[in-house]
């Protein structure tokens, strides 16, 4: 069974050890919260091009020359 943390949560347990937490596991820890947020962005990507579509790089190019000049 998979324990979830709340934000909150976490931050409390991270204080409460980082004093006696050797500097390898506190930037494991923060390899983690990297990852994570890297795959919540991922899954908002995708969301959004499933309800919007994308754009092509012809019309993303047009685009940056219209700020350019």
Request: zero cysteines; glycine letters at 4%; hydrophobic letters at 35%.
């Amino acid at each position: 069974m998979e324990t979830t943390i709340d934000g909150q949560e976490l931050i409390k347990l991270i204080h409460a050890h980082l004093d006696i937490a050797p500097e390898s596991t506190l930037e494991e820890v923060l390899e983690l919260l990297e990852d994570e947020k890297d795959l919540r962005d991922y899954d908002q990507g995708t969301e959004d091009i499933k309800i919007n579509g994308t754009v092509s790089w012809e019309e993303i190019k047009k685009e940056m020359k219209k700020h350019v000049a």
